[in-house]
């Protein structure tokens, strides 16, 4: 079976920086897509950003120019650098992997969440 675990999160003053990781942990072969997702206090979970394997990234507009994320595909790591921190930015952190394929059915593809972290900007 396939794990994603998540570095914590934090409290963080506006303006500050918070870097997340995410660890895939199993028999894994390949993961297509990583992507870190966010639901905040009333709202709908959203995308962040994400990467595919090959280096393509895609990010949401409220967070271009401040976050950046990337991926070691070797190790089935992704990482979200998070810099210029906002009240706005506050939500639940989850981490997504899509398209993972595992020794033991390399032809069959599923996607999988972590268990999400708390990220909280306030002075």
């Known amino acids: 079976q396939v794990q994603l675990v998540e570095s914590e999160g934090g409290l963080v003053q506006p303006g500050g920086s918070l870097r997340l990781s995410c660890a895939a942990s199993g028999s894994i072969l390949s993961i297509n897509d990583m992507a870190w997702y966010r639901q905040g206090p009333g709202k709908e979970r959203e995308l962040v950003a994400g990467?595919?394997?090959?280096?393509?990234?895609r990010y949401a507009d409220s967070v271009k120019g401040r976050f950046t994320i990337s991926r070691e595909n070797a190790k089935n790591t992704v990482t979200l650098q998070m810099n210029s921190l906002k009240p706005e930015d506050t939500a639940v952190y989850y981490c997504?992997?899509?398209?993972?394929?595992?020794?033991?059915?390399?032809?069959?593809?599923?996607?999988?969440w972590g268990q999400g972290t708390q990220v909280t900007v306030s002075s």
């Open positions: 997504n992997a899509r398209g993972v394929r595992v020794r033991t059915t390399p032809f069959v593809t599923r996607d999988y």
């Open positions: 990467i595919i394997s090959g280096g393509s990234t």
